[in-house]
């Protein structure tokens, strides 16, 4: 009787507290350390397996060719096919992980600013400017692979009205104008930001600013601030490819979302060839590089499985026991390419010597006696072999409009993916992608 009378006490003072999702998220933000466990929480958002822990790993691979999976799930394959279902639970799940991340940076960026020491205090004004940067970097995702998307700039509590969430879908020309000013907002970040390459910084708030405009098609701002970023000293090519992958945070990088022993990355775990062996790199990846190319044998790692046979896996993800490898968002060796497809517009001969950083390492000729568009073209045959496995190619050809040929997409209505089904079964006022 004792026991039981200590045990309800217990539960009644368990009951009578308030559950975590219903705290005020306005009084939670009290100081720089409050806001500090908030920002870190954004981040690591971003390492759902829903995300870059894995689906905006595989989902953007498949539809690029470049990757299959060991029981051939007709989830993946669906992108592969670019036949995907409405339920489809991999658009669902990023979809869903991404509107999380933005609403946990709408919560720093509303609440944040009305700490009484905000104005004096300038690490809780880069935090909220990291808030922006991550913002910006998740829209920029749902936009390339959705188009039109909700664009909800203000935090959503347990509290808010399901006429306040039920919102339709911005076009993505608005959607992309508020990710310029959120990116534009970040720009004064320290290169060196809170001595971190896992936190945004002004460099990577550029890069990615750069990759925005190329995406606009505004080719002088993506070229200029591309330029800054090159000429910046802060970032070195690394003479040896593998290096980038087994190095953490190398002089290369620019932003890097840290994994750790608490925050695994389960797409290492599913992508080795000594663990589950659920990925594999595609035999179309492993023909598209030329036989000198030093990136190949780095990228796509052959070894034997149990039964002697040899496999391609995804050889740029290595370090899974413990599975605590980094994931680079932004390096250098993509800002050289971008600056070298939208420099080529105004002077081609740049456009050549910034292709040249990049064929120089991979021990290819650099010779180049085209035209623009062969030029061009060039470009996004290096971007597809330097960045494969790095969630690049497909949307690259989507905006580029090569993924018809190269990658033989049936229609343009193909390059969105289709808004998950519970999502339009729970808003009335989203509508479907054409085609879907």
Known sequence: MIMLTIILIACDDFIDRSPLDQLNQETFFTDVATTQTAVI???????????????????????????????????YVEYQNFNIRIDNPWALNIWTASYETINSCNNIIAY???????????????????????????????????????????????????????VPRDAASSVCNQIVA???????????????????????VKSLLAKVHLYMGNMQEAADLASQVLQSGEFTLLENYSDIWTVENSAESI??????????????????????????????????????DARREFTIREAEDNSGNINLYVGKYRTFNPPTQNVPIIRLAEVYLIYAEAVSFSNLQE??????????????????????????????????????????????????????DILEVPNSDRYLFPIPQLELDLNENLTQNPGY
């Open 41 to 75: 929480g954004a981040y690591r958002t971003l390492t759902s397996s829903s995300l870059y822990g894995q689906a905006f790993i595989v989902i953007p691979e498949f539809a690029a060719g470049h990757m299959r999976h060991i029981s051939n799930f007709p989830e």
């Open 112 to 166: 944040a600013p009305n700490i009484n020491e905000y104005s004096m205090n300038e690490n809780l004004q880069n935090m909220v400017k990291e808030a922006h940067f991550i913002r910006a970097l998740t829209y920029f995702n749902l936009v390339r692979a959705w188009g039109d998307v909700p664009l909800i700039t203000n935090p959503t509590t347990p509290q808010t009205t399901s006429a306040e969430i039920r």
């Open 182 to 204: 959120d990116l534009e907002f970040a720009s004064d970040l320290p290169n060196n930001n809170a001595g971190s390459k896992g936190r945004a910084n002004g460099m990577s």
């Open 255 to 292: 932003f890097e979302l840290q994994f750790d022993e608490q925050v695994p990355n389960t797409f290492v775990q599913n992508a080795n060839p000594a663990s589950r062996q659920e990925f594999f790199a595609s035999d179309a990846a492993s023909l598209l590089f030329d036989e000198e």
């Open 351 to 404: 456009g050549i010597t910034a292709l040249a950083a990049i064929r120089t390492r991979a021990g290819l000729a650099t010779d180049f006696t085209g035209s623009q568009d062969d030029l061009i073209a060039l470009i996004q045959q290096e971007r597809r072999k330097e960045l494969m496995f790095e969630f690049e190619t497909w949307f690259d050809h989507c905006r580029t409009g090569a993924a018809d």
